[in-house]
């Protein structure tokens, strides 16, 4: 090998995740927050425990483009909500939250993860609207009707 961790992923994309709306998310997006330099070969999940990371001689990118897409823009809205959120927490977990504001970029998130665009309409959605009875009054689905992305990990 190349003397990089693969365990850590150079781009992961999630279809319609719904990440807003399944807690068994955290865990993962925990873990792309994660590296095993920055961690000393342990990566602490939402919940707490350790995970064993895969040891290796790491060069420290461990950086991750995750890519979400979701029906809505709404939707996308609230998945960017959870990811800040465990973030939040594993930075917290990290002792990277400091009260100083020099240790949150220009969008407000920590070093651990960025988001490189907001939600926003996807220009390659689906142009066939997805008939969906649990939907709001007047809002429309699509598949992969919007998207965002973010740099994961440190």
């Known amino acids: 090998t190349d003397g990089m961790d693969s ?5 992961a994309i999630a279809f319609n995740a719904g990440i807003w709306g399944y807690d068994s998310w955290k865990p993962t997006l925990a873990y ?17 425990t350790e995970d064993a990371l895969i040891k290796s001689n790491h060069s ?11 029906y809505t823009v709404e939707e996308c809205e609230d998945d960017a909500e959870v990811i800040t959120e465990v973030i939040e927490e594993v930075a917290a ?3 990277l939250l400091l009260a100083d504001a020099e240790t949150k970029d220009a969008a407000g998130t920590t070093p651990i993860g960025r ?3 907001a939600p ?4 390659f959605s689906s142009r066939l609207e997805r008939k969906t009875a649990s939907a709001p009054p007047g809002r429309k689905y ?7 992305a973010w740099l994961l990990g440190s």
């Open 7 to 11: 365990s850590i992923a150079d781009i």
């Open 32 to 48: 792309m927050c994660q590296s095993s330099q920055s961690s000393g070969g342990k990566g602490t999940n939402v919940e707490g």
């Open 60 to 70: 420290g990118i461990g950086r991750t483009l995750f890519i979400i897409t979701a």
């Open 93 to 95: 977990r990290r002792k």
């Open 115 to 117: 988001q490189l665009w």
């Open 120 to 123: 926003e309409p996807n220009p």
């Open 142 to 148: 699509f598949e992969n009707g919007a998207w965002q």
